[in-house]
């Protein structure tokens, strides 16, 4: 029976079974490859058993520890060890990828034998480089073969495998190369350090640690940091995720709704004919399992070729390795069963509770939609609507939430991309940032000091700021963003203090506005900054929300506290005149090859982190369109069904099929302009309760503008077009004699 | 009576379905209805009277045989919507009108088919509605009319572009016996004062002493077509087309407690006079027994 029922709405069921799949699929795929990322980046920085990595405590990723080659040195003295090998990690960007690691190690070393050359030979001298098969398949470069980093040739000597996709995704180069790409002088990301057979463990961690508290001592394949790291990428994935089920979770709850409220008389039948309420519940819920369990099967298998088909994108590939476990395909059917219960439960309690004589006296179909409010305003199409509002009430619900996201993502990013064009030294117009080129993220830039006085000395250059950018992230400081500035520069006239006085010694720290407010700190407090005291002397604003979600430092005492002695993260310069910036930014890009320069104005839309932001509105537009496209579908489906004999009335009546056609594709937009009404005014309601939340709050300043919206109605429009389609030409091939007949 | 027929049928044939379980819903029908006329199609129910409606309105194409209305073969016709809107107007037996729009708004759907401009749209349906009696009606939706007045909204719709023929399924089988007679009268009037060509399904005998012309049909054929002349005939008939009347003029068995064999003759010689039958000899029905089987 419960078999029969779903059979009997075949389409709709399908429809259906296709919404959970799809909110199942992306569950299941986007967690498979949270999964792939973490397991596989913390086996890049495996080595072998009996092996310790030292890295800097603090950072979130060894591309961002950053030790003291000198170390080394003192690490060999420590008893029970044997050997210790400095390794660089380094992320660059490329055309073909957006993200390769490139790993650098001493040509002689250990670690070294854990790249496995398949083709050509291996490392020996600088200049050369051994790349991972990924790599070469996105590049699309061979042995022989030569990649530019920098501006600098690197010879490709040798082809490696070593089972990890992220690995094979990058390039293997000396260790001094490594450090010139990470601008790391005299200073590495990690040491592998080799125990002593048959050593004990804990005792040489106990005496690593002892050695410097900035160090942080892992046994290998369990580098702790990355904890975080997983904990950041499931939840994020989970987020997207869970759009997708909240889409298709109501689409769902919308189908079971309505193939209750249409079989209406059939229950009260059964109920007359001495069915106990429990067992007409039993029977709806057993439906909406079913049908649950069906589309979980399905998102599973779309979810599994989805992950397959995304580790073989080319480029980012390799970032996508999905890694199946039994979590993630339990996380995945769980949420078909919870959207089954959930979207069964409403519908069968409701159906039961039908008094069997009011149940069969229910006059099903189209129902008769008198019932005041606008029952009588606006087109036919609209009306249709209305005659079924909670209906159309969850599916825009539905696309709503997807909407509601694409406003919120625009909102943040217009938002960030205001508040980076708003950074110190572009108060005056025509000012240039100068940061490294071809980083993924802007924390992971760094500049040669050097290059200040070569820029001062430039022809109508006016002032040059340095910066030092780092952050903390631990439960202490949700995020804490550590400015290191130039007490004197010119830069530092763009944070107005509102307390207190300016940087004068070097323990000395300036606190942002919602920084102190958040944390609850005031000038005369003192506050620990990675393990580092320092006295707040002032509070600044600025207006520009990542600004005042930490503190300024002087620029020496930043590039010791993030261990960059002579590095910094970005130069502010001043131009004379603003007519003089083009020129003068052409000049920094001739003279160094390996910066970006740009317009402050331009700034945002050049660096990768808006890019990628941008790229994932893309991503969740897309998911947004596809389950949105399908609940819209379903949705009109269900109301030409029920009015399958009014729509043969009216072909008696003499209207032509291209009339019925346009009239369902009228209400399949009407649904989805609602649907985008909603949904906008759901993502700003949503962003601006999230302004107020503590820590990251004051980060999000989202910024409204016209392009944003139009894009949501775009969305809506596709939908209304890709959703209306098929019930349309359903609807308009409908035979009258049949229509007229159906029941 | 004009020369030229409105409606002509030659053989006209209906076949749901295929294999055994296939239904000859319409057998041979030929038929002729000239402008002007008033007929009753009567007959039990899954004769094939919708069905036949169906063909003339042109909502589905026959098995085999043809339709012609005014002259023009449906099978070739360029724009059956056009001739939907045009040509006939159909009322259904549930009014079937579109829960969401008024009155008004029901009656514009066969013009907006056509494609006529939204003014005189409104003109034209408000002066249908006047002509109906639901001048103080037209902004109601069906849901706050009676039974009733929801078939005249559908006869003024079927009346919204002046049509040649109207086309009723049962137009009164969902109302009570006041609200039936006032839509048959509201018919007959449409008839005499406008000349219009109404075809009427129905299971009313009343309508006898509305209609001029009466059509009998029995599994998918036609069995009677006459001229209504006589009220008290017209009764006869109908007798004689009723179940017992129809075992009494076959000969069939009929329990001794309905009919006594004395009764029984004489009520034979009397339906025979009354289909204008010859005074003896059994009449072969061959389907006799499927048709008693149907019961
Ligand atoms: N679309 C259809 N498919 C199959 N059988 C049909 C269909 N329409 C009608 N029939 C069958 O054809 C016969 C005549 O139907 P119909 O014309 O509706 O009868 P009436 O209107 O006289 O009651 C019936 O036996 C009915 O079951
Ligand atoms: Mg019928």
Redesign the pocket.
């Known amino acids: 029976m419960i078999l029969r029922n779903l059979r009997r709405r075949a389409i709709r069921s399908l429809l259906t079974l296709l919404g959970i799949g799809v909110g199942v699929a992306a569950v299941i795929s986007l967690g498979a490859i949270a999964q792939g990322l973490a397991q596989n980046y913390a086996t890049v920085v495996a080595g072998g058993e009996n092996e310790l990595l030292v890295t800097q405590a603090n950072a979130i990723d060894p591309a961002f520890s950053s030790l003291d080659l000198t170390l080394a040195d003192r690490l060999r003295q420590v008893p029970g060890v044997e050997r210790v090998e400095p390794g660089v990690y380094a992320w660059v960007t490329t055309e073909a990828l957006p993200f390769l690691l490139i790993f650098g190690y001493e040509p002689d070393s250990v670690a070294l034998r854990h790249y496995n050359v398949v083709a050509g030979r291996g490392l020996r001298r600088s200049g050369e480089m051994v790349l991972g098969r990924r790599a070469a398949e996105s590049l699309k470069m061979g042995v022989g073969d030569t990649l530019r980093l920098y501006g600098r040739p690197y010879q490709i000597v040798g082809i490696y495998e070593t089972g990890q996709a992220l690995e094979e995704s990058g390039g293997v180069v000396v260790l001094e190369d490594a450090q010139a790409i990470a601008k790391k002088e005299r200073r590495v990301s990690l040491f592998q350090v080799g125990l002593r057979r048959g050593q004990e463990v804990e005792p040489v961690i106990r005496r690593i640690q002892a050695l410097d508290r900035d160090l942080k001592v892992s046994r290998t394949g369990a580098l702790e940091s990355n904890q975080q790291w997983s904990e950041i990428l499931e939840g994020f994935a989970l987020g997207v995720a869970g759009i997708a089920i909240l889409i298709g979770g109501l689409g769902m709850m919308n189908a079971m709704i309505m193939s209750v409220l249409e079989r209406t008389r059939e229950i009260g039948t059964l109920r007359a004919l001495g069915w106990s309420r429990a067992r007409v519940l039993a029977l709806i819920l057993a439906e909406s399992m079913a049908l649950s369990l069906g589309g979980g099967l399905a998102g599973a298998v779309l979810g599994v070729a989805l992950t397959e088909l995304a580790a073989r994108a080319p480029g980012v590939g390799a970032m996508l390795v999905g890694v199946y476990t039994p979590k993630v395909f339990a996380q995945g059917l769980g949420t078909a069963w919870v959207l089954g219960l959930v979207g069964g439960v409403y519908p069968a309690w409701r159906a039961a509770g039908l008094q069997p004589v009011e149940a069969l006296r229910y006059e099903g179909g189209g129902g008769d939609g008198a019932a005041g409010g606008l029952s009588r305003v606006g087109p036919a199409a609209f009306r249709n609507l209305w005659r079924r509002r909670l209906r159309t009430l969850v599916a825009a619900t539905g696309i709503g939430i997807g909407v509601a996201t694409l406003v919120m993502l625009g909102g943040l990013t217009n938002g960030f991309i205001q508040q980076l064009n708003n950074l110190a030294g572009s108060g005056t117009p025509g000012s240039i940032t100068v940061m490294q080129k071809d980083v993924p993220d802007m924390s992971l830039s760094a500049l040669d000091e050097r290059m200040v006085s070569a820029i001062r000395a430039m022809p109508h250059v006016q002032a040059v700021s340095p910066v030092v950018l780092g952050f903390e992230m631990s439960e202490n400081f949700p995020l804490f963003i550590v400015l290191g500035i130039d007490p004197g520069s010119p830069a530092m006239r763009h944070y107005r203090l509102i307390q207190g006085r300016g940087i004068r010694r070097p323990n000395e720290i300036l606190l942002g506005k919602s920084a102190a407010e958040d944390y609850g700190f005031q000038a005369g407090d003192t506050i620990e900054v990675l393990g580092n005291r320092y006295r707040v002397v002032g509070i600044y604003e600025t207006g520009v929300a990542w600004e005042e979600v930490g503190g300024i430092l002087a620029l020496r005492e930043a590039q010791r506290l993030f261990n960059r002695p002579r590095s910094v993260s970005y130069l502010f310069v001043d131009v004379d005149r603003p007519e003089d910036a083009e020129a003068v930014r052409q000049a920094i890009r001739r003279r160094f090859p390996d910066v970006s320069a740009s317009l402050s104005s331009e700034f945002a839309q050049n660096t990768n982190d808006i890019q990628q932001t941008q790229a994932m509105a893309g991503a969740i537009s897309l998911l947004a369109i596809i389950v949105g496209g399908i609940v819209v579908t379903n949705t009109m489906v269900m109301s030409i069904h029920e009015r399958t004999r009014e729509i043969g009335t009216l072909r008696a009546l003499g209207w032509a099929r291209g009339r019925i056609l346009g009239q369902v594709m009228e209400e399949s937009l009407y649904l989805c302009l609602l649907s985008a009404l909603l949904g906008s005014a759901l993502g700003v309601g949503l962003l601006t309760l999230a302004t107020a939340l503590p820590y990251f709050g004051a980060l999000l300043r989202p910024v409204w503008d016209v392009f944003t919206f139009a894009q949501a109605a775009g969305v809506a429009l596709v939908l209304g077009l890709l959703g209306g389609v098929y019930p349309a030409w359903r609807a308009a091939g409908l035979q009258p004699v049949e229509a007229l007949r159906y029941e | 009576m004009s020369t030229e027929p409105l409606i002509r049928t030659e053989n006209l044939t209906k076949v749901y379905g295929r294999g055994p379980t296939a239904v000859r819903a319409l057998d041979g029908v030929s038929l002729e209805v000239y402008p002007g006329e008033f007929l009753a199609v009567m007959g039990p ?1 899954g004769c094939g ?2 069905t036949l409606l169906n063909l003339l309105g042109a909502l589905d194409r026959p098995t085999e045989g043809q339709v012609w209305v005014q002259g023009e073969d449906l099978a070739r016709l360029k724009d059956v919507d056009r001739f939907r809107a045009q040509t006939v107007g159909f009322v259904f ?1 549930l009014h079937n009108l579109l829960p969401t729009l008024t009155a008004l708004e029901n009656v514009e759907i066969p013009m907006q088919g056509l494609g006529m401009g939204r003014g005189p749209r409104r003109e034209r349906a408000r002066e249908l509605l006047a002509r109906v009696g639901l001048a103080d009606r037209m902004d109601h939706l069906p849901s706050q009319l009676s039974g009733g007045q929801r078939q005249r909204v559908a006869i003024a719709r079927a009346l919204a572009n002046d049509p040649a023929l109207i086309l009723a ?2 137009p009164t089988g969902s109302l009570d016996s006041q609200s039936g007679e006032e839509l048959l009268a509201l018919f007959e009037d449409l008839n005499r004062a406008h000349g219009t060509t109404i075809l009427v ?1 129905t299971h009313d005998r009343r309508v006898a002493q509305v209609t001029r012309r009466i059509l009998r049909m029995r599994d998918g054929r036609m069995v009677d077509d006459h001229r209504v002349t006589d009220p008290l005939e017209e009764d006869l008939r109908m007798l004689a087309h009723s179940r017992l009347g129809q075992a009494v003029l076959q000969g069939k068995p009929v329990s001794s407690r309905v009919l006594l064999p004395e009764e029984r003759a004489v009520f034979q010689r009397v339906l025979r006079r009354a289909l204008g039958l010859p005074e003896e000899g059994a009449l072969a029905e061959p389907e006799l027994d499927e048709q008693s089987a149907r019961g």
Do not use: I, L, R
């Open positions: 129910s009277k919708s037996q399924d049962e399904v």
